[in-house]
């Protein structure tokens, strides 16, 4: 049974600082991963998607990577700002099914 | 355009009360799903929807859950005779299964309480 951990649980930084959140899972046998951000009250943004066969996506200050073999994954905020609060959250998609397994999250908090 | 909507985005309801939840999502997406997000606990896939296909109803809970698709759009989450551990933030998702976009596009949720 696909298991997926993110740790930590809670970060809390002074704006400006580079960041990494990371990500594991226990069965490599994923389809992809993706990363979400989830602001209060709110639904979910998706940040980036890493099919299985690469190794990293960025997007703008945002850098994540896979070791799918290691069963791993992790986020890289650069330049962190307040408006970067918010938890973030890893999910893998099976290769055997659509669904996707959530980690817990990380709640992020930049401090100005 | 316009992203996933989902209606209501607040619904308070009594114990033993069914409830229907609403999902359209975006245009041309032909996948769909519902997840739940209880408090204190990570997201939990319930349904999914694949074009003209069979749905993987295996994430329900239990019988009291059931779902459906009409016209490979718009989709309701039905809970019927609910119960107070029925609480969560009800969250619908969609994508376009085809090329290499697989993202998964969330709708802003349904807050349900059961009182």
């Known amino acids: 049974k696909q298991e997926v951990t993110q740790i930590p649980a809670a970060l809390s930084v002074p704006e400006g600082e580079n960041l990494v959140l990371n990500c594991s899972f226990t069965?490599?046998?994923?389809?992809?991963l993706q990363w979400f951000r989830q602001d209060p009250g709110k639904g979910l943004t998706s940040l980036l998607l890493?099919?299985?066969s690469q190794r990293e996506q960025t997007s703008g200050r945002l850098n994540a990577s896979l070791d799918k073999s290691s069963g791993r994954s992790t986020l890289y905020i650069a330049a962190s700002q307040p408006g970067d609060s918010a938890t973030y959250l890893c999910?893998?998609?099976?290769?055997?099914?659509?669904?996707?397994?959530w980690g817990a999250g990380t709640k992020l908090i930049i401090k100005p | 355009g316009a992203g996933v909507s989902q209606s209501p985005s607040n619904k308070v309801t009594e114990k033993g009360k069914d409830v229907e939840l609403r999902c359209d999502p975006i245009?041309?997406?032909?996948?769909l799903y519902w997840y739940r997000q209880s408090l204190g606990q990570g997201l939990e896939f319930l349904i999914y929807?694949?074009?003209?296909?069979?749905?993987?109803k295996s994430g329900l809970p239990s019988d009291r859950f059931s779902a459906e698709r009409t016209g490979g759009s718009v989709s309701t989450l039905t809970i019927q005779r609910t119960q107070q551990e029925d609480s969560a933030v009800y969250l619908c998702?969609?994508?376009?299964?085809?090329?290499?976009?697989?993202?998964?596009?969330f709708g802003p949720g349904t807050r349900l309480t059961v009182t």
């Open positions: 929807f694949q074009g003209n296909s069979a749905p993987d």
């Open positions: 890493i099919q299985s």
């Open positions: 998702a969609s994508s376009r299964r085809s090329g290499s976009s697989y993202e998964q596009y």
């Open positions: 069965d490599s046998a994923i389809y992809n």
């Open positions: 245009s041309g997406h032909t996948a």
């Open positions: 999910a893998v998609e099976m290769d055997s099914n659509y669904q996707l397994i």
